[in-house]
């Protein structure tokens, strides 16, 4: 994988990535409809948006990976969701195929499984429980994934990322943290691995009290640094009470947000 394109590169894991990645590829080509910082050696800059086909078959021309992270980051109106994280993800996976760009390595996020019970551990294999909007968007897009795999044979991978955050900010993310450099490190794990099919990898910190299980971790030789643990101690105390659906679930506060359903009904 020589020549990579980042959507979403202006964000803040796309920025972590610019940084972690710079100088490992020959050409890191960085997708964002808003401005970035000027481009050094071995980087191409792209004003462009995703909901636009045509704009991203050119984006991804001579490219052999993309690494897609734009879109909405979190839960928000249909009428945003919509355009960014369906339609746009849609032609991110089509400008692939169209310009037979080898692998796909999508940003979805635990929000895809959030209304598991958090008092149980989950693995990949778990049935999709969108928590949000913004969680539908992601089993949209992962199912997008499996469909440009089987279909027209895509190598793709799923980040199934969790709380991407400098350090952990409560109790909840004692358990679903990853830190920068991990990041890097998996994003580039899933760049270099040999070909792969499909999978889905949850993105998370080497974290003592993490709740998901991530067998391809150990296939893409995931290994990694941080561990939440680290800030326990001034982080145990911040959390929702307990019965409320942002303990409940493993989605946390998107399981709470505009919930008026019945907490005992789901198993
Ligand atoms: C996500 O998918 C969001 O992008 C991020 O803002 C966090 O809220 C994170 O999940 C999380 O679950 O903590």
Not at 52 to 67: F, S
Not at 108 to 137: C, E, F, Q
Not at 207 to 225: C, E, H, K, V
């Amino acid at each position: 994988m020589k020549r990579i394109l980042i959507t979403g590169a202006g964000g803040g894991i796309g920025r972590a990535l610019r940084a972690g990645l710079h100088g490992r590829y020959p050409l890191l080509r960085l997708l964002d409809v808003t401005p970035q910082e000027a481009a050094r050696a071995g980087e191409e800059l792209l004003s462009a948006d995703i909901t636009g086909l045509g704009a991203m078959r050119a984006a991804l021309e001579d490219v052999d990976c993309v690494v897609h992270l734009a879109g909405v980051p979190r839960e928000n109106t249909w009428e945003a969701i919509l355009p960014n994280n369906i339609v746009g993800t849609y032609n991110v996976f089509e400008a692939a195929r169209l310009q037979r760009v080898k692998r796909v390595i999508f940003a979805s996020s635990n929000h895809a499984v959030g209304y598991h019970r958090a008092s149980r551990k989950i693995d990949t294999d778990v049935l999709p429980r969108p928590d949000s909007r913004y969680g539908v968007s992601k089993v949209f897009g992962e199912a997008l994934g499996r469909m440009y795999a089987d279909k027209y044979g895509l190598n793709v991978a799923c980040l199934r990322i969790g709380s991407f955050r400098e350090k952990p900010q409560d109790a909840r993310q004692l358990s679903t943290w990853i830190s920068p450099r991990d990041t890097v490190q998996l994003v580039r794990r899933c760049i270099d691995a040999p070909a792969y099919h499909y999978l889905i990898v949850y993105g998370v910190s080497a974290n003592t009290r993490s709740r998901w299980i991530n067998p391809n971790a150990d296939f893409l030789g995931y290994q990694p640094q941080d561990n939440a643990e680290d800030f326990a101690a001034v982080l145990v105390g911040k959390t929702a009470p307990a019965g409320d659906p942002a303990t409940e679930f493993h989605g946390g506060p998107f399981c709470a947000m505009e919930f008026t359903g019945d907490i005992s009904k789901i198993d």
